[in-house]
């Protein structure tokens, strides 16, 4: 059996790729530290944005484990120009998953590259894995395992959030299990 835990980063100072987490961000990375330990990880993959990493950062330090990143897991990219109703644009991408605005990328084409990281670790020698990223992108990584996940699952997400999916074959049993 493989687990492979998906870590949602902590509360950061921004959306840039290198945001730092904020005095509340740190404070959650030391928790989340103490809640992953006893989970025996044994591989760890970060979104190389800094949010994620050093959300992952302090886990990796204590169990003396190096953090692979990946720029497949940094978050989907919606649009690149600024929308007042960008909320609204992303409820339509769960609908309609090739869905695409200008500069952006589609639900599917999202989902595509997560999943390829998840197919390559499912393939690994590796047991115990967090996989740490972003909201929308575990959100359409949730939805491809599960297809009721979609726009208010994402909403609901909390920062930071960690969801356990235990494989036995290709189909993860799916659980969030982060509470705080």
């Not at 484990?65 to 600024?82: A, F, H, P, Q």
Request: charged share 25%; glycine share 4%; net charge negative.
């Amino acid at each position: 059996m493989k687990n492979v835990f998906i870590v949602r980063h902590c509360q950061a100072e921004g959306q840039s790729a290198d945001a730092r987490l904020s005095d509340l961000g740190l404070n959650q990375a030391n928790k989340l530290t103490e809640f992953l330990m006893p989970k025996n990880i044994d591989y760890i993959i970060s979104s190389p944005y800094e949010r994620a990493y050093r959300t992952i950062f302090p886990l990796a330090e204590r169990l003396g484990i190096e953090i692979v990143t990946d720029n497949r897991l940094t978050e989907r990219i919606l649009s690149e120009k600024n929308h007042p109703d960008w909320r609204e644009m992303l409820r339509q991408t769960y609908y309609d998953l090739d869905l695409c605005y200008e500069g952006g990328e589609s639900s599917n084409v999202a989902t595509h590259r997560v999943i390829t990281v998840v197919k390559e670790l499912l393939n690994s020698r590796f047991e115990n894995i967090i996989i740490a990223s972003h909201g929308n992108l575990i959100s359409l990584l949730l939805k491809y395992f599960d297809d009721r996940i979609g726009y208010k699952e994402w909403e609901n997400l909390s920062n930071p959030d960690v969801f356990h999916l235990s494989f036995m074959k290709d189909t993860p049993n799916i659980e969030r299990i982060w509470t705080d």
